[in-house]
């Protein structure tokens, strides 16, 4: 089965086109209605829903299901699994109206592309980045992943892979000749820091969910709106 593709359109302000806009914003682990409402006047391109138990952000599928069905058409629905099995990914897919599968586990390129084409969907592979060794394994994705979300490493012993509020070294990309497909810049992005990391980068694409909170799990309607202002002139 080869994946769907969705159309996409977005802007961050009240009537900006769609095409003026450059970088496309993925406001990750939305847990409320509430987050969805802000996440889209915010400009998402993408929203978040977390699968993973361990995570302040985790939801149970009627809880998704609620969100995702709230989510308006072109802003693309995300779900977030860990090395989740083909049993979970079928019971997630079956209730949670999503577009992206995120990866964001120790999934190998031929685990991607067989969620890729068993479940005909676009995914997404999470890489993490601590230092510049771990470049390398960007390349054994190319061709399986239809995006690659590049994040911080998570620390030894952590819990999450990801949303830990961590940065990697930006500098680390700059300057580099970037991957054919689409790639996302995350890992303790704000909206205090987000310009400078794409300035360094030259992402087109960011994630964030730490870093628009006021606790963790419960994201911050006027933070959101600032880490999308602070793109906007971009």
Not at 104 to 115: D, F, I, K, L
Not at 152 to 167: F, R, S, V
Request: neutral net charge.
């Amino acid at each position: 089965m080869t994946p769907r593709m969705i159309s996409l359109r977005w802007s961050t302000e009240p009537g900006r086109r769609a095409e003026e806009m450059d970088i496309a914003i993925k406001f990750c682990g939305l847990t409320r209605p509430q987050d969805v409402t802000a996440a889209v006047a915010a400009g998402a391109r993408y929203v978040g829903f977390v699968f993973f138990a361990k995570s302040p952000r985790h939801l149970t599928l009627e809880q998704a299901r609620a969100l995702a069905l709230a989510v308006p058409a072109g802003t693309a629905k995300v779900a977030l699994t860990v090395d989740a099995d083909d049993a979970e990914l079928d019971g997630l897919l079956a209730r949670v109206p999503v577009d992206i599968l995120q990866l964001h586990g120790q999934e190998s390129p031929a685990r991607v592309a067989e969620v890729r084409m068993r479940f005909g969907l676009p995914v997404m592979k999470a890489i993490g980045i601590a230092d510049a060794d771990d470049l390398a394994q960007i390349d054994h994705y190319q061709g399986v992943a239809d995006q690659l979300l590049i994040d911080a490493k998570p620390p030894k012993g952590a819990d999450l892979p990801g949303g830990n509020g961590l940065a990697f070294d930006w500098r680390l990309l700059a300057g580099r000749k970037y991957w054919a497909q689409p790639w996302m810049l995350a890992g303790g992005l704000t909206p205090d820091t987000v310009a400078q990391a794409v300035r360094l980068t030259g992402a087109r694409q960011v994630d964030v969910s730490s870093g628009v909170e006021s606790a963790p799990g419960l994201k911050d309607a006027a933070r959101m709106a600032a880490f999308s202002r602070a793109l906007a002139n971009l």
